[in-house]
């Protein structure tokens, strides 16, 4: 498929919500230590904000967006700082394509960075995670949310470099 707004053609699609077995434990684990390596390595991640609308006028959008769920979605981080391009699609994606599209993770980086404590350095990933305390990196994660207490440390295994065996429940 060619992917929107670039010019090449994207080969693999990859959608955690659907390409992960969640029935096996084992592709779990390796899905979750890879999952920030695979966003920084993509060419471009669509961002659904399930949350906003697109027929909005220019300041409700922004109200909208800074609003929305996905910014305090714990696994959402890493989407937003793992690749180097993010798009962000509201409601309307499905029917009028790169027309729906809200802005990109370096057009809205004021927005977002205002939105998520993320400095914009780290957006434009001038300067990339490694490069950040943890004390920093833990306050970009302190008031999102999971379903599931382990995986507030687990969204946060790409961003400080750590691959480790999953143990949900204990």
Same mark, same amino acid.
């Given at each position: 498929?060619? !992917? *929107?707004?670039?010019?090449?053609? $994207?080969?693999?699609?990859?959608?955690?919500?659907?390409? $992960?077995?969640?029935?096996?434990? *084992?592709?779990i684990?390796?899905?979750?230590?890879?999952?920030?390596?695979?966003?920084? *390595?993509?060419?471009? !991640?669509? %961002?659904?904000?399930?949350?906003?609308?697109?027929?909005? @006028?220019? &300041?409700?959008?922004?109200?909208?967006?800074?609003?929305?769920?996905?910014?305090?979605?714990?696994?959402?981080?890493?989407?937003? $700082?793992?690749? %180097? /391009?993010? =798009?962000?699609?509201?409601?309307?994606?499905h029917s009028?394509? &790169?027309? *729906?599209?809200?802005?990109?993770?370096?057009?809205?980086?004021?927005? $977002?960075?205002?939105?998520?404590?993320?400095p914009?350095?780290?957006?434009?990933?001038?300067?990339?995670?490694?490069?950040?305390?943890?004390?920093?990196?833990?306050?970009?994660?302190? @008031?999102?949310? /999971?379903?599931?207490? =382990?995986?507030?440390?687990?969204?946060?295994?790409?961003?400080?470099?750590? @691959?480790?065996?999953?143990?949900?429940?204990?």
């Amino acid at each position: 498929m060619q !992917c *929107a707004g670039h010019k090449r053609w $994207i080969q693999v699609c990859w959608i955690d919500t659907c390409c $992960i077995d969640y029935r096996s434990s *084992a592709e779990i684990s390796e899905a979750i230590n890879s999952m920030y390596r695979w966003y920084q *390595a993509c060419t471009v !991640c669509y %961002a659904y904000l399930t949350d906003m609308s697109n027929g909005l @006028n220019r &300041q409700d959008t922004q109200e909208e967006f800074s609003r929305s769920r996905w910014f305090t979605r714990g696994w959402t981080l890493q989407e937003l $700082i793992g690749p %180097a /391009t993010v =798009e962000f699609y509201g409601d309307q994606w499905h029917s009028k394509g &790169q027309e *729906a599209s809200l802005g990109t993770k370096n057009s809205l980086q004021k927005e $977002i960075s205002e939105i998520t404590r993320i400095p914009e350095s780290v957006l434009k990933t001038i300067l990339l995670p490694p490069s950040y305390s943890i004390a920093q990196k833990m306050s970009w994660a302190a @008031n999102r949310e /999971t379903t599931r207490i =382990e995986d507030k440390a687990y969204c946060l295994l790409g961003l400080f470099g750590v @691959n480790m065996r999953l143990l949900y429940g204990e």
